[in-house]
């Protein structure tokens, strides 16, 4: 009897966790845990995943704005969990969008079809990004791979954008694929950001091109990591990163003067029917994780 409870034991360890989707309310769970929910941001003017949770459960998004937590920040109502959007794309915003903006012109990113394959564990969505006028701009077709892991909660994108129309995205620092994290990342809160060339804190990174970022904070206790990796073969890498040290950070494959001066600005013209394809991957992982390591993995994934 103790031999089949060792037996069942260590075949349960060896499995891998299982990735599910609820279709209805748009959640994603890992072995039976809520790890995210893709919302579709009817109300915030773009699709966001939050919150977004570590193996163990702690939530790793700051919570604001779709709640109020006592002791968050209250900034920028268009850091909203996990995103990707651009601040010029034809002149219009899509990054600081949030409907309550005077700034204008303010587009928005519709969500027009989602679909889950359980095979791969992914979720495909179609995406338009609308101008003013309501018609699009950019076509995006999104694929979000959700990795099994007891430990580390990986999830694959490949972005798609294509022209709807002549298109001109222009060079600033405002986007594009980004994360908030929650309080105890903050760098006065204790957490810490390092990038894959060894530089640490804000003002060392910020405005660096470099393959990855990860931030490191406490959450109740545990000790925890977000790291963004940028693929080579996406267009303009190693990418620019838009990296604060109040929970903010992205990757920005469009700006460059806007980080560094001295270089020309970066216009990127679009025909219409014109594609550009991104790779990222984003991993939650316990702070003694081996992120260089992380990275190679996923260069060497398919």
Not at 130 to 154: C, Q
Not at 195 to 200: A, H, I, L, V
Not at 275 to 301: G, Q
Request: glycine share 8%; aromatic share 10%; no cysteine.
């Amino acid at each position: 009897m103790q031999v089949i409870v060792v037996l069942f034991l260590l075949v349960a360890a060896a499995s891998p966790a299982q990735v599910t989707y609820n279709a209805v309310d748009h959640t994603v769970n890992i072995d039976g845990k809520p790890f995210t929910t893709f919302d579709y941001g009817v109300e915030a003017a773009k699709p966001f995943l939050a919150p977004v949770r570590s193996a163990s459960g702690k939530v790793v998004t700051r919570r604001f704005p779709m709640e109020k937590v006592e002791g968050e920040s209250r900034d920028h109502l268009h850091h909203r969990g996990l995103w990707f959007s651009y601040d010029d794309v034809n002149g219009v915003k899509f990054w600081e969008n949030d409907p309550s903006y005077k700034k204008s012109p303010l587009g928005r990113i519709v969500v027009v079809d989602s679909s889950w394959n359980d095979k791969s564990k992914s979720l495909s969505a179609k995406m338009e990004w609308r101008g003013p006028d309501g018609k699009p701009l950019l076509i995006e077709d999104r694929v979000m791979r959700f990795h099994p892991d007891p430990r580390l909660r990986i999830v694959d994108f490949t972005v798609t954008l294509t022209a709807a129309t002549d298109v001109t995205i222009g060079d600033t620092k405002e986007g594009a694929f980004a994360i908030r994290l929650a309080e105890p990342f903050t760098e006065r809160r204790g957490g810490k950001m390092v990038d894959s060339d060894g530089r640490t804190g804000m003002k060392n990174v910020w405005g660096k091109r470099s393959n990855w970022v990860d931030y490191t904070g406490e959450i109740e206790g545990e000790r925890l990591g977000v790291a963004i990796f940028d693929h080579p073969t996406n267009p303009h890498s190693p990418t620019y990163w838009h990296a604060r040290d109040y929970g903010l950070f992205s990757l920005n494959p469009f700006g460059q003067n806007a980080f560094d001066p001295s270089a020309p600005e970066n216009i990127q013209k679009l025909a219409p029917g014109s594609k550009m394809t991104f790779r990222w991957r984003v991993v939650v992982h316990p702070a003694d994780a081996d992120v260089a390591a992380l990275y190679r993995a996923f260069l060497a994934s398919k």
